[in-house]
């Protein structure tokens, strides 16, 4: 039977007897935990809609185009996602075939394409994480404004030092 971790556990972070490193542990470790539990309600939201990760990405870039009036042609989109226009077309055509999107024509140029949501789409994702939205408000929503700015400036400093990851360094 394979070993259990222990989710409390800072497993790759050697015990230290340091009170602020063990705080600083169990903190990385809280947000661990948190973003397991967000991988895995993102792949049931990919699921309940029968889509694919590429193809809620993509919904989600349209929609908030879509709110701030903005077109998006495709090539856009591929370097959103860093893909291929090849793939592209086909996560295009996969998401049209079940109703999410359409492409329209330019007004004045007829060569060129955009990509837009379907109203449906709309009220189908709303309606698919309204409530967990919700219920992320509700868990954050009476914090106070210095709370709020430690979390932010936490995230931000997480962010960057996660930024900092090189794909192509050497691992030796």
């Known amino acids: ?24 542990v169990e903190l990385l470790q809280a947000f661990r935990v948190y973003r397991a539990a967000e991988v895995a309600m993102r792949r049931r939201t990919r699921d309940a809609m029968s889509m694919g990760e590429n193809d809620l990405l993509v919904l989600r870039y349209l929609l908030k185009a879509r709110q701030r009036e903005t077109q998006v042609s495709p090539g856009e989109l591929a370097r959103y996602l860093g893909v291929s226009t090849a793939s592209m077309t086909a996560i295009i055509d996969r998401l049209e075939k079940s109703g999410h999107v359409r492409r329209e024509r330019h007004a004045t140029d007829r060569r060129s394409l955009y990509v837009v949501p379907t109203a449906d789409t709309d009220d189908e994702v709303r309606k698919t994480l309204g409530d967990m939205h919700d219920r992320m408000l509700d868990a954050v929503i009476d914090m106070t404004p210095e709370e709020s700015s430690v979390v932010i400036e936490c995230l931000g400093r997480l962010q960057s030092a996660v930024d900092q990851v090189d794909a192509h360094a050497d691992a030796s």
Not at 2 to 21: L, Q, T
């Open 1 to 24: 039977m394979p070993d259990v971790i222990d989710p409390n556990s800072g497993y790759w972070y050697a015990d230290d007897e340091d009170a602020r490193r063990r705080r600083a």
